[in-house]
């Protein structure tokens, strides 16, 4: 006997795995664009006439992401400008295969498109930084050059926010992965849905905070849209598949621990007498950062000087880099970044404390 779908009575299709109701297609499309609008409503993310820079990968997330926002600013008049915003990593084989799925996109949506190389920010492309450090830490570097990257290419498109994919599962991961570490600073801001008050010089949103992966996938599928599915070639090592694993095992078991680790997270609190890092700017570029320089400028301190395996890692190693970053650096990459600093400075300081 057909089962019947919780919300019209026609045959269901599905069960969500969010709450295992079963839904028929139609209704499944109506809740899951309603939840992210109530979301979006309920937490204040946008303004009217706001710029937005879609993180735009070409994957499942990004792609949904960009449907998303486009049909519900559409839908209820948001009143946003809509940008589609890339970076390239410089992985062959499979960031420019994604790129072209972006470019589609940007057809797709009529969303005018900014891609953002590693190589004309940086002066590396993953697979050079790769062929320097191998497939150990490839990842820490990777983020921190793209969490750059972003807000980079988002200062230069005057965009007043940036909104990403990033999933309920993600950042239940981040939270094991920063309770795992022990990394307490990361712990108190990694499941907020805005990122804008913490000190970053552009706000970041999340409307797939509360929106399982499964999900997504669920409705890319059904709604056939056009995303790229092939694993990043260097990520099989990362740690985040650790936490992954442990949290299917989880969610297998018990569907809501995904969201009753997030809320696990916004509970937690630091003791008043932790002392944590003070943000300040980089001196050489300008960014954000808890020392002279930020993590992106240590990073590449390292590379350019042979010796990457300096910048990551304890804080002894780094303050080599520090001392080694007082000598005049006149390196191209170094050069790419510092001309790069006017994004940033351009906007006033002051706004980000």
Known sequence: MPIPCVECGNRAILKRPKNRKELCKECFYAVFEREIH???ISNNLFSPGETIAIGASGGKDSTVLAHIMKTLSDRYS?????ILLSIDEGISGYRDDSLETVKRNQMQYDLPLTILSYDELYGWTMDAIVKEIGMKNNCTFCGVFRRQALDRGAAMLKCDKIVTGHNADDIAETVLMNILRGDIARLGRCTAISTGSDGELISRCKPFKYTYEKEIVMYAHF??????????IYSPNAYRGHARTFLKDLEKIRPRAILDIIK??????????VKMAVQRTCERCGYIASAELCKACIMLEGLNRGRPELSVGKNNKRKKILKMSSETATNDSVTKLSSLRQSFVTKDVTEMF
């Open 223 to 232: 709604k056939k849209l056009d995303y790229f599915t092939t694993e990043c």
């Open 78 to 82: 948001y009143g946003l400008n809509l």
């Open 264 to 273: 696990s997270g916004e509970d937690m609190s630091v003791k008043e007498e």
């Open 38 to 40: 109530e979301t979006i």
